[in-house]
């Protein structure tokens, strides 16, 4: 039973869905005005980019044999996937979010990009940091700075997101996916890209 709980957070909780579920809660926050047509129209492209898109390619990479699960067990898996992770983060930025409409969701995405990279470097250094924790530490301090910026009450919200990295966390560990150091090194891969970047809007 705990085996099954643990295995579903990991699923629940996959990197690919933390970035839409962002932008989901900027939108449901923000004080200003936004059509919610326009909403939709963004969610919907940032659903096909960042969650429709990636599971295409991953069956293609699983075809062609680069990768064996939607984990990305070894960092020689990583290399590819975070690279097009990567390039679809750009045409975010450059087509779905530019600077001039949502500068908090633009800087976002550019620490999600920052994020990237460093995964990417760190794969081909051998290094496996955890996407999971990259993903969930990168929403914590996104939305910490939204609470500051809108001066909007969100504790639960945040104590809720601290709850879900120790699952997380503990999840990663008790399938044998990573390592504490591994753990640690993802949380701040997410961590501090969004923390460095708050100047730029906040």
Not at 140 to 164: E, P, R, T
Request: with cysteine.
């Amino acid at each position: 039973m705990e085996h099954r709980i643990l295995k579903s957070i990991s699923v629940l909780f996959h990197p690919l869905i933390m970035p839409l579920l962002g932008v989901m809660f900027y939108f449901y926050k923000t004080p200003r005005y936004v059509d919610q047509n326009l909403i939709n129209a963004k969610l919907i492209s940032l659903f096909i980019l960042t969650v429709l898109l990636p599971i295409l390619l991953f069956f293609l990479l699983k075809t062609l044999g680069k990768v064996s699960s939607i984990y990305l067990k070894t960092t020689n898996e990583r290399i590819v996937p975070l690279a097009l992770n990567g390039v679809i983060t750009v045409l975010i930025l450059l087509r779905v979010l530019p600077q001039n409409e949502f500068i908090e969701l633009y800087y976002f995405f550019i620490g999600i990009l920052m994020s990237t990279i460093i995964s990417l470097v760190l794969a081909f250094a051998k290094f496996k940091a955890s996407l999971h924790l990259v993903s969930i530490s990168g929403i914590f301090m996104f939305f910490v700075a939204l609470s500051i910026h809108f001066s909007i009450n969100i504790v639960k919200v945040i104590a809720i997101i601290c709850l879900l990295t120790g699952a997380i966390a503990t999840s990663r560990l008790h399938l044998k996916a990573h390592t504490y150091k591994e753990l640690i090194m993802g949380f701040f891969v997410g961590f501090i890209p969004q923390l460095i970047l708050i100047p730029n809007w906040l």
